[in-house]
């Protein structure tokens, strides 16, 4: 059964470890070895931890077990969202974003933005965002494309 709760503390060590084995595994079908190992780093877990705390954090849960997370800033923006690689395909992202635009809609948030890696990105077309610009962004001097994308929120929806 998949189902959706709020982050908490304990949850930190799990959300990186998904976070890395997301690019690794999932997102290595679109970047290169060296973009994929510039990425694929958290340079301070508490910091990390720290700003899953700071913000509306989800954890998706099937049987018990971790598999993905996401969160949204006070502007609308999601900035995270990865799904563990042995549970894609399961509705498991569907469920994530459903929580961050019920809880945008509550905060009466007008639109979503988010910055979606080439893998991500025909994940949110599917579900109503759309391409604001192409990016090239620099992680540990590699640079990654990805894509500013948007969804207005209308209401009552």
């Known amino acids: 059964m998949l ?3 709020r982050y908490e ?3 930190s060590d799990t959300t990186i470890e998904i976070f890395l084995e997301a ?3 999932v997102a290595s079908k679109d970047y290169n070895a060296l973009q994929v190992k510039a990425w694929a780093q958290v340079d301070d877990p508490a910091t990390w931890a720290r700003k899953r705390a700071s913000r509306p954090t989800w954890i998706a849960i099937i049987n018990g077990v971790r598999v993905g997370f996401s969160d949204l800033e006070p502007t609308g923006h999601l900035d995270m969202m990865f799904v563990h690689p042995h549970y894609q395909g399961r509705g498991v992202a569907s469920l994530l974003l459903a929580t ?13 933005t988010t910055e979606a890696s080439m893998t991500a990105r025909p994940f949110f077309q599917n579900r109503g965002f759309s391409v604001v610009t192409v990016q090239e962004v620099e992680k540990r001097g590699q640079t990654l494309r990805n ?5 207005l929120l209308a209401d009552g929806c």
């Open 3 to 5: 189902t959706v709760r």
């Open 147 to 151: 894509f500013r994308m948007e969804k």
């Open 23 to 25: 690019i690794r595994e």
């Open 9 to 11: 503390p304990e949850d």
């Open 100 to 112: 961050v635009e019920a809880t945008a809609r509550e905060q009466n948030l007008r639109r979503l």
